[in-house]
């Protein structure tokens, strides 16, 4: 069965500090998704990021950097220099392709709490 | 171009009322889903709609929990009657293509408090 954990239940960090999400996951597929999802105080997941697991190339969009290992089954997060607006509930999700083919469906992690303080 | 629209936002009721909420997905997203968020979880799929087929309802509660998506559109969740335990946030989502594999868009959410 697939599982993704996020041991990271809160943290807070300065405005302009860098800070890394974990998120571990389990599966007994070679084919699967790994996502990231931000859910801010409004309420709706807001999409971040899809690598599927063929794909180990890390990846920057601005501020934000992916680092998927499947040699330690994790796919964590980085911001770097956070401003207040990052404050949100970050999701780590998976999706197993092979054994659900035709049912897929999202697992998501427990989710981080990330506090900016100014 | 208009997002995943859900309501009502805000739901209270007393134990064993009943009670719906509405989604109206993004024009085109074939496929629907929605979700059940309790307090400091990530969301849970309850059911999946492609058009308005539920491909994928075994975490839905059947003897008390009842959607449709009739014209493959816009759907609702049904709880009658609503537990204690009921109380959290359903979320809707929509995507278009293979579920597993593509991103979706969620609403806002409905919270619904059961006192």
Do not use: M
């Not at chain 1, 807001?46 to 998927?68: H, P, T």
């Not at chain 1, 990052?86 to 989710?111: I, R």
């Amino acid at each position: 069965a697939q599982k993704v954990t996020q041991a990271q239940t809160e943290i807070s960090v300065v405005e302009k500090e860098d800070v890394t999400l974990d998120c571990v996951y389990e599966t007994r597929d070679t084919t699967y998704y790994l996502f990231w999802y931000k859910q801010p105080p409004s309420g709706e997941l807001v999409f971040l990021i899809r690598r599927n697991s063929f794909d180990e190339q890390n990846e920057i969009s601005g501020r934000y950097s992916w680092n998927f290992q499947k040699s330690t089954s994790s796919f964590n997060f980085t911001i770097t220099a956070s401003q207040v607006v990052d404050s949100a509930v970050y999701f780590c999700a998976l999706s197993e392709l092979w054994s659900n083919f035709g049912n897929e469906k999202l697992t998501f992690g427990t989710g981080t709490r990330l506090t900016i303080i100014p | 171009e208009a997002g995943v629209v859900q309501s009502p936002r805000y739901k209270i009721i007393e134990k064993k009322q009943p009670v719906a909420f509405w989604c109206n997905p993004i024009s085109g997203h074939n496929t629907l889903y929605w979700y059940l968020q309790n307090l400091g979880q990530g969301p849970e799929l309850l059911i999946r709609y492609e058009n308005e087929e539920a491909v994928d309802d075994s975490q839905l509660p059947k003897d008390r929990f009842s959607a449709e998506r009739l014209k493959g559109v816009d759907s609702t969740l049904k709880i009658q009657p609503a537990e204690l335990g009921d109380s959290a946030v359903y979320l809707c989502a929509s995507s278009q293509g293979l579920a597993g594999a593509v991103k979706q868009f969620f609403g806002p959410g409905t919270r619904l408090t059961v006192l």
